[in-house]
């Protein structure tokens, strides 16, 4: 069996950036309209992490299972590597995805009973990424996934949870959220295009090939700022500070595009992850600050 330390590398911690992020994004619009419910941001927050996790020990169960993570670069997968039974990752999973379902039910019976239709369809987004007969994953697709349910659910949730009113700066920080989540994503294809290509996983990355890969890296960092003025225009200059994001962002994007491969890779999902946190706790300051 799995080491303690094992599990706990097994759920991916440098990855939970990702899910804090966009409620701290979504909580910013929030405090900027006056309507933080600070008991509701922190369930949004248990979501987010479960559904993390749960994602994490969902891919590697899937993949370790279809055989995909028998030859790795990145870190220890539980699977993949034998440390621990698949069953037993299928589990972990599964417990991942309920604590984030009691989490979300408890948020949809105190605000809006339809968030149930919305916390189901983002559970079986997370397992069918690389889970069931034909995942799509698997088909190019795992970055509208990040995007929706990392980005603009994650975020536009989290607004909505508190205010109960729509909200445009959410939209805007919700794409800059989402399109952080992806880089993080498309990184992570962008090391593996070797492995995965032998594996038949047909990832974006794979099926952009590595050059135009890399360029979406640069594009979607390019986005994130965008979003930042974005949300500057519908709420307060201040929030431009958010830029300071790129100060992480940029010598990521440099890695990127000056062609590391494998293990010279590894460090930009780091410094991309706290390069969208960074994102988020610039522009909700701005905005608590400002508002």
Known sequence: MATPAQWLAGARPRTLPAAVSPVLAGTGVAAYVDAVVWWKALLALVVALALQVAVNYANDYSDGIRGTDADRVGPLRLVGSGAAPAAAV??????AFGVAAVAGLA?????????????????????????????????????????VFFGLVAVVGTTYVQTETWEWASLWAAVGIGALACAILVANNLRDIPTDTVAGKRTLAVVLGDRRTRLLYAVLVLVAAA?????????????????????????????????????GLIPVLQETGLAELLWAVLVTAALVVCG
């Open 227 to 263: 979003a930042v003025v974005a949300v500057a225009v519908v709420t307060s200059w201040c929030v431009l500070v958010g830029l300071g994001f790129m100060v992480l962002a940029a010598p990521a994007t440099r890695t990127v595009l000056g062609g590391a491969v494998g293990p």
């Open 107 to 147: 948020l949809a019976a105190t605000t809006a009973w339809w968030l149930v239709a919305v916390g189901a369809v983002s559970v079986l987004a997370a397992w069918f990424y690389t889970g069931g007969s034909k995942p799509y994953g698997y088909l190019g697709l795992g970055e509208v996934m990040v995007f």
């Open 90 to 95: 299928k589990r972990a999973a599964f417990l």
